[in-house]
């Protein structure tokens, strides 16, 4: 008993034994130094008085039900503080019984602050990242390791007139490279393989198969040593080409 007395003592993990009205009997150093309390204040007082948030309650209410019926409980949720602040934690509530009767639950709560601020900031830039390829003016599309499309954005769809259902899982060189237009493909699909930035001016085929001017930039996505996939790029480079082509035509005219 000593021995399991030290390791409540010394977990890292807050715990509190309710009994089977929800109210506190005991809590562990952990437990006192995550949401601010001394064991004194609580005991005999009802866990969902203090530590469950307005918007919580109902969540609290079900938890102490499971335990009544024996029934044991994992969320990601938030609990209050003294203070009143709120702090992120992954919560377990274990039945407790005694000579074979339910006598109450040991909740577990484990802080998962800076966990939650991660995948928060990750969520964040994750959005941030996927507007960013929604609106940006530039056909993008993502590739596996063996050139099968398995994303692009509205700018590509319009560019080279498919929807994204009709091109998934397809081969980017088949879709979109002429015959003429092969070998020059798979000279890109080797400079990426190798590690390699490629950029070049050139066309590509639309699905009506007509052929448009486009600046590709393909680099590839690498995942520790493995070559994973390719990001391509395209930007419609019609009208640029276009002017060039009239500015030669009226020094070939200046010159004649």
């Not at 809590?27 to 601010?36: D, Q, R």
């Not at 769809?157 to 020059?184: C, H, K, M, P, W």
């Not at 950029?199 to 070559?227: F, M, N, W, Y």
Request: proline share 3%.
């Amino acid at each position: 008993k000593s021995f399991l007395n030290s390791v409540i003592a010394h977990s890292p993990v807050g715990m509190v034994v309710l009994d089977t009205t929800g109210r506190m009997q005991m809590c562990n150093p952990a437990f006192e130094h995550l949401f601010g309390y001394s064991q004194q204040e609580l005991l005999g007082r009802r866990a969902a008085d203090f530590l469950t948030p307005p918007e919580r309650r109902a969540e609290m209410a079900s938890i102490i039900k499971d335990s009544r019926e024996g029934k044991g409980a994992h969320n990601v949720t938030q609990r209050t503080r003294r203070d009143g602040s709120l702090v992120d934690v992954e919560a377990f509530s274990v039945p407790l019984r005694e000579d074979g009767k339910l006598s109450g639950a040991v909740i577990l709560y484990q802080d998962i602050t800076e966990r939650r601020r991660a995948e928060r900031a990750l969520e964040k830039r994750t959005q941030f990242l996927n507007s960013l390829v929604e609106n940006i003016p530039l056909g993008i599309s993502v590739t596996s390791a063996d050139d099968l499309i398995e994303m692009c954005n509205p700018a590509f769809e319009e560019l080279f007139r498919y929807r994204q259902q009709d091109v998934l899982g397809r081969n980017i060189i088949d879709t979109l490279s002429s015959a003429a237009l092969r070998a020059e493909m798979q000279s890109v699909r080797e400079q990426m393989a190798q590690g390699k930035l490629a950029r070049l001016e050139t066309q590509r085929k639309r699905s009506d198969g007509s052929l448009v001017d486009v600046e590709v930039t393909a680099t590839p996505i690498v995942r520790g040593d493995t070559h994973s996939g390719n990001l391509v790029i395209f930007q419609d480079i019609t009208e640029r080409k276009r002017a060039e082509h009239e500015i030669e035509e009226q020094k070939n005219f200046l010159h004649s």
